[in-house]
């Protein structure tokens, strides 16, 4: 198992540098000078110039990567271009935020889904089921950042609930942001756990311990629901570990003081170290994040634990 | 000739299975409904004086009968930009599918003919690419080479070439092991031939089934980056964009945010539920 | 201090049952309500089955035999499923009429049923020792940590090391696989065991690994059996009594000579003579011609009249009834009340 988590970790290596080239590359394309907008407007061509050999911009692109590579390793990730803040402590300073907006989310995600799930499966092909399941395609097709807008226009605009962005109210702040953001997961989530469920019931093993004299709630519970739980565990997993950068635009919408509105006015900003650190820094957090979901599935699924540890 | 026989037979099998779902067929209904807008649109309305021309006077006036979904800041006619800013979503959400397949599925399939080390090669840049948040690539994209639609287009293909390319390659493997296929091949096929005649008509089922469905997703999506100012460019009336500017509006006009959103939802809705009915009517295995 | 100590619980000594038929069934029907169709799985089939006694239920696939034995347990799903019988008695109690409480009670306790894929069997999410001591937490009432122990032991007479109850199914092969299916329905002492066609998905050198373990056990537990299998040399190495279905009917019944060695039943004739004749390798297969009927048509006469050999006119317009032949063999077929009617295999 050991060797299976090592071998993961070590893939983040290369990914990292593949990110970070991608990002630098696209950065160095980008339209604007970064160092004309940092240094303003009253500086004569030659000042300007004379900044800019001094920051590095004027050495070839491998040359600042390398240089950026090496800093990286060290757990160094530069300074922002506005405000000379230290990225990385910019960055794990919101890093908390967004992490347990996420982890709400998925709780309302998890709450919400499996037990409509189960009763949509159980009966199946009735109204309930009926009702469910146009419930998840509607779920499923609201974007994300629109339900946002409604729900805020309803509950803290008119209604005066929830305050209207930010995250300056406690745990009445996190409440919209994190529906909004589960909305989708839930409806996709319903649905496995549904056809999930209505396959497990279909298999042959229920017969075997219908045999043996259990209780039918027993056998639904201890057996179908049970093996029903691996795939929809799989799914929740990495919806969990794609909300850490999906949820840039919901963000947006709270003005939400997460990584997500980092990223974005990093870019908007043209602020290339601070775009290419949260670029790399995220994504290196995602891999992370799946990877625990992984090895956390294979407590639920023997055989997974087999195919980790190479039985 | 016996062959093509069987083709139409399939296909009007497919299409007998799809009717039966009426929530698809609805769906399919209100999507030609959203085409038909969406060119009519073009046709009716003027660029200049309906869309994008200001008219102070009219400025933020609630629907009416003149207007039936108000007006915005700037006085223009809601209805008519949000009728117009159709064929925005559906060309991007379209057109950036059919890229993310046309080359996903080229190089996963070479990739799968291949074999090797290039395969191999292949296949680890890919499995790379896919642990990079779709969001943050096409973000950047978009910032380094503009906004506008065909880069937006381009950026939302680009994002998910990687997971097409690996389905295509999943198919064309596990076709290509197929006994029928050694059989084929035992009688003198050729290598093309069996591709065309085998692996892509089985491919494509599930292909289909899941560009289905990430149309729907790109019409969201983009409509996602154009709120945040990163997609198609102001002043076209792309839903995501009215969104965007009807944003500090809010409070006291509603009805900015509304429409548009609703436009949005309605169409992903009829798309989904198209997707839905296809993977029902494709997937012979499936018992309801 | 002895009132204070926990009474070890044991497990159950094998279950009796007085009666003479620990089984005993009279005129079940079974048919199941599709939209597309109702599909008649059995039209009528009486069943005893004596103390100690291996019952072998032959007939093709779709004949009903499954059917029939899910029936005695009330695992048919009453949805699209519908039983009707006169009398459906376990050990002397009504099946239909028992509540599901006390259904759970008898099945896996009274009655237990190996059933036909190992591989699909088992509950992959749980180790081997646990499922099988599910049945002694259901039936004996013991503690977790006393089932397992009990699981353990059941394990070694299966013929698996007891060190091997703490892995999952997926790390034994399909022979070994039965092996716990069996020791799951074996663990309470039941004295009814129900096969069905328990070694049709194994290979054929584990096949007489697992029949010779179910023979012993069978001994040793002194259970009555009921032997479902398409087999004939199974029925004859395993089996007292035979019973072969045809379109959810029972054509002929009698003990094991009685059926082999004077057969009566054109169909059962026709099993026979499709068996590879092993001295002479270069004879032709003899099949039965046709197929087996759709299960979904009610059928005015005899349902096997349309393939048989012998069939005359009143075949294809009365139904037959049961004809005993003697007191243990019974047939179905009209062409008996004609007093000198004999099949071919009879005239060897």
Redo the contacts between chains.
């Keep these: 198992m050991l060797k299976y988590i090592f071998k993961r970790i070590l893939i983040l290596i290369p990914l990292i540098f593949l990110v970070s080239f991608i990002v630098f590359a696209l950065m160095d394309n980008a339209p604007g000078d970064p160092v004309r907008t940092l240094v303003g407007e009253n500086m004569t061509e030659e000042q300007i110039e004379q900044k800019r050999e001094e920051l590095g911009f004027n050495d070839p692109l491998l040359v600042r990567y390398g240089r950026y590579m090496k800093g990286i390793f060290r757990g160094d990730f530069g300074k922002s271009l506005y405000g000379n803040k230290d990225v990385l402590k910019e960055y794990l300073f919101r890093l908390p935020y967004t992490v347990k907006l996420a982890l709400l989310s998925i709780f309302f995600t998890l709450i919400i889904s499996i037990p409509t799930g189960i009763i949509a499966a159980v009966k199946q092909n009735t109204w309930i089921d009926a009702i469910f399941s146009a419930g998840a395609i509607m779920g499923l097709s609201i974007p994300g950042f629109w339900l946002g807008l409604m729900l805020v226009l309803i509950f803290s605009v008119k209604l005066g609930w929830f305050p209207v962005y930010g995250a300056d109210e406690g745990l009445k702040s996190y409440i919209l942001p994190a529906i909004t953001l589960g909305v989708a997961n839930a409806s996709l989530l319903t649905r496995m756990t549904r056809s999930s469920l209505l396959d497990t019931i279909r298999q042959d093993y229920l017969k075997t311990v219908r045999a043996k004299g259990l209780s039918e709630r027993k056998t639904i519970l201890n057996h179908a629901f049970r093996n029903a739980l691996i795939p929809i565990a799989t799914i929740a997993g990495s919806q969990f570990s794609g909300l850490l950068s999906g949820s840039i635009i919901v963000e947006n919408v709270f003005s939400w003081p997460g990584i997500g509105t980092l990223t974005v006015t990093a870019i908007r900003t043209h602020d290339i170290t601070l775009a290419t650190g949260c670029a790399v820094l995220t994504t290196m957090f995602t891999a992370v994040t799946l990877l625990i979901v992984d090895v956390l599935y294979a407590f639920i699924d023997p055989r997974i634990k087999a195919q980790y540890t190479g039985k | 000739m016996k062959k093509s026989h069987k083709k139409t037979r399939n296909k009007s099998l497919i299409w007998r299975q799809f009717k039966k779902n009426k929530g698809a067929v609805i769906g399919l209904v209100v999507f030609c409904v959203i085409v038909v807008i969406a060119i009519v649109s073009v046709i009716v309305f003027d660029f200049e004086a309906d869309i994008t021309a200001v008219k102070a006077a009219d400025r933020l006036l609630p629907p009416s009968k003149e207007h039936w979904f108000g007006t915005d800041n700037l006085g223009r006619d809601v209805f008519a930009r949000v009728c117009y800013g159709a064929q925005y979503s559906l060309l991007i959400g379209v057109v950036s599918v059919i890229i993310s397949v046309v080359f996903g599925s080229l190089v996963g399939a070479f990739a799968a003919f291949v074999g090797g080390w290039i395969e191999t090669v292949i296949m680890r840049l890919i499995e790379l690419l896919l642990m990079i948040p779709g969001i943050l690539l096409v973000i950047m994209i978009v910032y380094t080479f503009g906004a506008s639609i065909p880069n937006l287009m381009l950026a939302l293909g680009l994002s998910t070439v990687p997971h097409f390319a690996r389905n295509a390659r999943a198919s064309v493997l596990t076709v290509r092991n197929n006994e029928y296929i050694e059989a084929s091949r035992a009688l003198g096929a050729s290598e093309l031939r069996v591709l065309f005649k085998h692996v892509l008509p089985n491919a494509i089922s599930p292909i289909l089934v899941q560009a289905t469905s990430r149309i729907s997703g790109c019409i969201i999506s983009a409509a996602g980056y154009s709120f945040l100012g990163l997609g198609v460019p102001s002043p076209l009336p792309e839903w995501g964009a009215m969104l965007s500017d009807g944003r500090p509006f809010i409070y006291n006009y509603p009805y900015l945010e509304i429409f548009p959103g609703l436009a949005i939802m309605i169409t992903v809705l009829a798309i989904n539920q198209i997707g839905d009915g296809l993977r029902d009517a494709l997937d012979p295995k499936l018992k309801r | 201090m002895e009132i204070f100590k926990r009474k070890k619980k044991t497990v159950q000594q094998p279950k009796a049952f007085e009666g003479e038929y620990v089984l005993d069934v009279e005129d079940l029907k079974i048919r199941y309500e599709t939209d597309d169709a109702v599909v008649y799985a059995v039209n009528g089939i009486d069943l005893k089955l004596k103390r100690k006694q291996t019952l072998g239920l032959v007939g093709e696939t779709g004949a009903g035999k499954t059917s029939t034995v899910l029936a005695l ?1 009330k ?1 048919i799903p009453t949805p699209p499923g519908v039983v009707e019988a006169k009398k459906i008695l376990v050990n002397g109690k009504d099946v239909m009429a028992l509540s ?2 006390q ?7 009274e009655i ?2 190996v ?1 036909q ?1 190992p591989m ?7 180790t081997v020792g646990e499922q099988i001591a ?2 002694y937490m ?2 004996d009432k013991l503690s977790k940590k006393e089932a397992l122990e009990e699981a353990k032991k059941m394990l070694e007479i299966v013929g698996i090391p007891a060190e091997r109850s703490g892995e ?1 199914p ?2 034994f092969s399909g022979g070994m696989k039965q092996r716990v ?1 069996i020791a ?2 074996l663990a309470c002492r039941p004295n009814i065991l129900i096969a069905d066609e328990p070694t049709t998905a194994l290979d054929v050198t584990i096949q007489l690994q697992v029949l010779e373990l179910m023979k012993q056990l069978n001994e040793k537990y002194q259970t009555s059996t009921i032997m479902i299998t398409h087999d004939l040399g199974i029925v004859a190495e395993t089996c007292d009594e035979v019973a072969v279905m045809y379109a959810g009917q029972i054509v002929e019944k009698g003990t094991l000579e009685d059926v082999f060695e004077n057969t009566k039943h054109p169909y059962t004739e026709g099993l026979f003579n499709s068996l590879p004749n092993m001295n002479d390798r270069n004879s032709k297969l003899n099949p039965i011609k046709g197929l087996i009927p759709d299960p979904t048509i009610v059928f005015t006469g005899c349902p096997f009249a349309e393939r048989c050999r012998y069939a005359k006119e009143k075949c294809f317009k009365q139904k037959p009834t049961v004809k005993h032949l003697s007191e243990s063999h019974q047939v179905k077929c009209l062409r008996y009340d004609e007093a000198d009617f004999k099949i071919e295999r009879s005239l060897k």
């Design positions: 347990l695992l599901d409480k259904l759970q009670q008898i099945r896996g306790n237990a049923m059933f894929d699909t069997s088992l509950d992959p999410v749980y599910e049945s259901i039936h999952f997926y790390q299916v799951i329905a």
